[in-house]
């Protein structure tokens, strides 16, 4: 009988098969749908300009990593009819992608936490990373631009901040970024 319990106990507390399993390749699309969706409608009067769809691939052991190739002010580059690109365009493109970097990496944050709290089956302890590389045309001035930043934190704290268990600033102690 106490052995019948202990096995009934075991049972109750032994994690599903569900709850085993890695994260599906449709369970990373919807996210990577997600995330294009929020890149699109960014902003309807001055849009970004997105490269592709948004891929994601689950690391076993590490987490789930999400990437996107973005140009974070649309501009028309050289054509036939415009063969080149004055020094005040060039500034103007400048001084627009310095002023809409902050937004851009806040946006990244809620991307973060909004793809964390749809992974149920990406462990707590593993990490969600996203990274945006950030395309530039070959005229552009780039100093002082990121090419490329990168988001991470453990899944559990960006759950705890999507289900209001933490609040935002929690997320600053817990989120690596790096901009190169």
């Known amino acids: 009988m106490r052995l019948a319990l202990a096995a009934l106990l075991m049972m109750a507390w032994a994690p599903l098969e569900a709850q085993r ?3 599906s390749r449709g369970e990373l699309a919807a996210v990577e749908e997600s995330m294009y969706n929020k890149l699109r409608r960014y902003d309807i009067n001055a849009p970004l300009d997105v490269l592709g769809l948004p891929r994601g691939i689950y690391l ?7 990437t996107a190739e973005v140009n974070i002010v649309q501009v028309a580059g050289v054509s036939p009819f415009r063969p080149e690109i004055g020094p005040d365009e060039v500034a103007r493109v400048k001084a627009a992608k310095l002023k809409r970097l902050p937004a851009v990496r806040d946006m990244m944050r809620q991307m973060l936490v909004d793809g964390a709290a749809s992974l149920d089956r990406v462990p707590a302890n593993e990490q969600v990373v996203l990274g945006f590389v950030l395309v530039h045309h070959s005229w552009e001035d780039r100093k002082g631009l990121p090419q490329m930043i990168t988001m991470q934190a453990p899944k559990q704290a960006l759950v705890n901040v999507a289900t209001k268990r933490a609040g935002a600033d929690t997320l600053a102690n817990v989120l690596r970024v790096r901009e190169e």
């Open 21 to 23: 399993a890695l994260p």
């Open 60 to 66: 076993p052991g590490y987490g789930a990593v999400f």
